[in-house]
Nanobody, 115 residues
Framework: QVQLVESGGGLVQAGGSLRLSCTAS????????MGWYRQDPGMQRELVAL???????NYEDSVKGRFTISRDNAKNTVYLQMNSLKPEDTAVYRC?????????WGQGTQVTVSE
């Protein structure tokens, strides 16, 4: 029933920017915390940022000052503005949303940052 679809990934040079979006679809959605995780092949999944339904956010230390998470509750959408990108930011980024007492996940969008 619930689907989360990410978009906005791509290939950029170090120092560049990308804006990811993730939209949840379904009937009568009531979304609590939303967030972004990332995972590179052979690496542990890593929390990037979370944002509550009230708009309170927190970040992984490595992205503080570079990434900004935001959400539009009316659109059931969460965003991740990524600035000053580094090669180590390269990963598949997946969004998550707490809905109906369960964590839901998007399919992921690839972010690649070249030297």
């Amino acid at each position: 029933q619930v689907q989360l679809v990410e978009s906005g990934g791509g290939l950029v040079q170090a120092g560049g920017s990308l804006r990811l979006s993730c939209t949840a679809s379904g009937s009568g959605l009531s979304i609590n915390t939303m967030g972004w995780y990332r995972q590179d092949p052979g690496m542990q999944r890593e929390l990037v940022a979370l944002i509550t339904r009230e708009g309170i956010s927190n970040y992984e230390d490595s992205v503080k000052g570079r990434f900004t998470i935001s959400r539009d509750n009316a659109k059931n959408t969460v965003y991740l503005q990524m600035n000053s990108l580094k090669p180590e930011d390269t990963a598949v980024y997946r969004c998550t949303a707490g809905i109906g007492g369960m964590d839901h996940w998007g399919q992921g969008t690839q972010v690649t940052v070249s030297e």
